[in-house]
């Protein structure tokens, strides 16, 4: 059960678009719309912002949006903002009745 | 409102046993699945095992298959973790989680109760 892969680091400026990835294998993201994201700030728990790949919890900003092609998803994050500077970690369910982490982004806010 | 909070963590030695308590309040704990999940220090997040609401299905991750029993009271609105065999690689706080909906549908997570497995 390897992690799923997610690039260690994405940075960009206030206002910009940017798009992290998260490739995993026809057993996980590519066989199930089961992915997640999370959201981590430093010392605190994560936070739910997308799930089944394109969905948005109650009170998630849409700038935060989700998609997923074969085995790969995606998280974009639209007009960044200060805030939004943390840790990012995608998940999925698997063929094995387990989930799979990614190993998690740093995305900073230039 | 939801709440989860961990109990039962500490310091222990390669080999040793601990068990770690989640008790839950603000929702109906029997009607739902839960998850732990850890965070090794500086790491990232790593799924442990699930519960089933009723108590009788449960999955592990590899990592833990064999040396780890998870388990519920929904009486006592409380889950457990039985850690067996622990590892220093096991050394990692410990989140409890509450699925809502699909697996990865994890909407409220205790604070976490830090592990440390160390001679």
């Known amino acids: 059960q390897s992690a799923l892969t997610q690039p260690a680091s994405v940075s960009g400026s206030p206002g910009q678009s940017i798009t992290i990835s998260c490739t995993g294998s026809s057993s996980d993201v590519g066989g199930y719309n089961y992915v997640s994201w999370y959201q981590q700030h430093p010392g605190k728990v994560p936070k739910l912002i997308i799930y089944d790949v394109t969905n948005r919890p109650s009170g998630v900003s849409n700038r935060f949006s989700g998609s997923k092609s074969g085995t790969t998803a995606s998280l974009t994050i639209s007009g960044l903002q200060a805030e939004d500077e943390a840790d990012y970690y995608c998940?999925?369910?698997?063929?094995?009745?387990?989930?799979?982490f990614g190993g998690g982004t740093k995305l900073t806010v230039l | 409102q939801v709440q989860l909070v961990e109990s039962g963590g500490g310091v222990v030695q390669p080999g040793g046993s601990l068990r770690l308590s989640c008790a839950a309040s603000g929702f109906t704990f029997s009607s739902f699945d839960m998850h732990w999940v850890r965070q090794a220090p500086g790491k990232g997040l790593e799924w442990v095992a699930i519960i089933l609401y009723d108590g009788y299905n449960k999955y592990y991750a590899d990592s833990v298959k064999g040396r780890f029993t998870i388990s519920r009271d929904n009486v006592k609105n409380t889950m457990y973790l039985q850690m067996n065999s622990l590892r220093v690689e096991d050394t990692a706080i410990y989140y409890c989680?509450?699925?809502?909906?699909?697996?990865?549908?994890?909407?409220?997570w205790g604070q976490g109760t830090l592990v440390t497995v160390s001679s």
């Open positions: 989680a509450r699925k809502e909906g699909s697996w990865v549908q994890i909407d409220y």
């Open positions: 998940s999925s369910y698997t063929t094995s009745n387990t989930v799979l």
